[in-house]
């Protein structure tokens, strides 16, 4: 038996090598084809294979592409018409027609420089502003006052009573026109004559006893100063409560102070206005630049304090209620180049923000002019009600393209422990100062520009002149 199956195998030997052999790749190939890769990459080709076969039954490359060209017509209209809009926002006048961007004489310029000068000293005007009180004034309620002393003085020797020296008023408390009134702490003022007193910080007269709030404009009425004998304006005495005084009629009759004195005007003058020579293309462009944005922050001051006007009884939009107060200084800084650099705005008196102010710099945004937009810097300082500063800040950006980059801001002492000749009332106020940046569409400006001025900003080849 055994010699049989050996005599089989000897002879078929090389059929049973081959049968193993095929049997062992059988099972080689069947444990492989159970390995997850293989798994994996053959669903892979399955779903490949399902997307090819969706594709070719309902195709959308061409849709697809469609919607997407209409995405983008759609994006660049839009983009198109914003630029419109804020090319139409910007668009501005020049003051005299014919000058920019080069005047055909020197007549022209002359003309401009005095077109000019006007337009400047408009602005404190539009905001019906006014300056704190003059040395005349100030005399003028010192007169009042010693006249109401003498009279009643009159009247205790009249009526037998021992002639005494009334003691001196202290500092933020003056006597009322016409007796009876008077200063309260925190340096409100009582109504003339009728003995009403003001609320310790208030700013207003109490309720009792008040008497109409003058309008504003409106002179004050001057109790005492009927039959007193006229004096010579140097022999008068001004006392700290003459000067108070003072400081109150004059805050009670204007909504906000703002002045163009020569030694600290509260706007951006430029130069020319004190050169008896025709200024050049460049100091025009920089000049009627610098005026177009400061009648824009008058603009937008306006819409504040008149707003809040509307809110007051007849008569009692005065500084005390108002939300601006005084503007202290407004200063146009300059375009920021196409390099980044500043290009300052000349200016007759050096603005009175502090140097640490990053005004100048480019700001937190990285802008910088360019092909489609003139960057600028201005800086705003001004005394403010604290809590309408963000009013103040909205009213500025709704009036053309301006934008927030620094905001500073200190607390301002109470009017009676101050000397400054102003009046605030008795609020919470701040002296703020605020940089924003504009932006300004090239093209509309663009043909109006002197080239010394496009050289500035980088905007033609050329060094800017000196």
Known sequence: MVSAILGFIKGNWISLTCGVAAAAGVAVAVLGLLDDSVEAAMQERVQKAGEISRLRSSPQNADTIEAEQRRTKEFEEKYAEALDYVAEKNQREPILAGVFPTPRDDTLRLEFKEKYTTELYKLPRMLNAGDRPSLREMRNEAEILEDIARRKAEREAEAGAPLIAAPPIPTGRAAAAGGGGRMAPGGGRAAPGRGGRMAPGAGRAAPTGRAPTPA???????????????????????????????????????????????????????????????????????????????????????????????????????????????????????????????????????????????????????????????????????????????????????????????????????????????????????????????????????????????????????????
């Not at 000067?243 to 204007?254: C, D, H, N, Q, S």
């Not at 922050?297 to 006007?309: E, H, K, L, P, Y």
């Not at 927030?404 to 301002?412: E, G, P, Q, T, Y």
Request: glycine share 6%; charged share 20%; net charge negative.
């Open 216 to 466: 504003v404009g409106a002179p004050l009425p001057d109790a005492g100063m009927q039959g007193a004998a006229p004096r010579p304006a140097q022999e008068v005495q001004v006392t700290p409560e003459a000067e108070l005084r003072a400081a109150v009629r004059k805050a009670r009759g204007v909504p906000m102070y703002a002045t163009m004195n020569e030694q600290a005007p509260s706007f951006h003058v430029s130069p020319i206005i004190a050169s008896p020579q025709a200024p050049s293309e460049r100091q025009m462009w920089y000049a009627q630049l610098s005026l177009w944005i400061q009648q824009d922050i008058v603009s937008a001051i306006r819409v504040v304090n008149d707003a809040a006007a509307q809110r007051l009884p007849e008569g009692d939009a005065s500084v005390a209620n108002m939300p601006i107060k005084h503007l202290l200084d407004l200063c146009i800084n300059g375009y920021i180049n196409r390099a980044g650099v500043l290009v300052p705005f000349p200016t007759l008196v050096q603005p009175s923000f502090d140097e640490s102010s990053s005004a100048g710099e480019i700001s937190f945004t990285q802008r910088r002019s360019d092909e489609q937009f003139d960057v600028l810097q201005f800086t705003l300082t001004a005394i403010v009600d604290q809590r309408d500063l963000t009013a103040l800040v909205d009213a500025i950006t709704r009036e053309n393209f301006y934008q927030l980059i620094d905001l500073d801001f200190r607390s301002v002492p109470p009017d009676a422990e101050r000397a400054d000749g102003y009046y605030y009332g008795g609020e919470p106020i701040v002296e703020a100062t605020l940089t924003f940046e504009g932006y300004l569409t090239h093209k509309v400006f663009k043909e109006m520009m002197p080239k010394a001025v496009l050289q500035d900003l980088g905007a033609v080849e050329g060094a800017p002149p000196q």
